[in-house]
Nanobody, 122 residues
Framework: VQLQASGGGLVQAGGSLRLSCAASGRTFSGYFMGWFRQAPGKEREVVGGINWSSGSTYYADSVKGRFTISRDNAKNTVYLQMNSLKPEDTANYYC????????????????WGQGTLVTGLQ
């Protein structure tokens, strides 16, 4: 399983950015894709996730109402649309899959992509 995250960059506070996570190596129907982030000097934390089959989404309270997760089954790609960005959203963002257990616990995920850096400017 390979996950390729992309789309990070610099963005002004209040702006928007869309991250992508392209998955390959297996069929992901029935799987769950999670998004996490890690700010400098802080622990990695959950952002949210999506059930690949049903499309059901889950979000951390800190991003609820601002971030939206979606997927394109044909492209085997999951997206993280980030709106109303704040400087505190600055972090490396990671996608992960192969979950066993709670969606919000990073240790429950077996496969990780490399991070893509999002910097929210003041």
């Amino acid at each position: 399983v390979q996950l390729q995250a992309s789309g990070g960059g610099l963005v002004q506070a209040g702006g928007s950015l869309r991250l992508s996570c392209a998955a390959s190596g297996r069929t992901f129907s029935g799987y769950f894709m999670g998004w996490f982030r890690q700010a400098p000097g802080k622990e990695r934390e959950v952002v949210g996730g999506i059930n690949w089959s049903s499309g059901s989404t889950y979000y951390a309270d800190s991003v609820k109402g601002r971030f939206t997760i979606s997927r394109d089954n044909a492209k085997n790609t999951v997206y993280l649309q980030m709106n109303s960005l704040k400087p505190e959203d600055t972090a490396n963002y990671y996608c992960a899959t192969g979950r066993r257990g709670s969606w919000y616990r990073m240790e429950n995920y077996a496969y990780w992509g490399q991070g893509t850096l999002v910097t929210g400017l003041q």
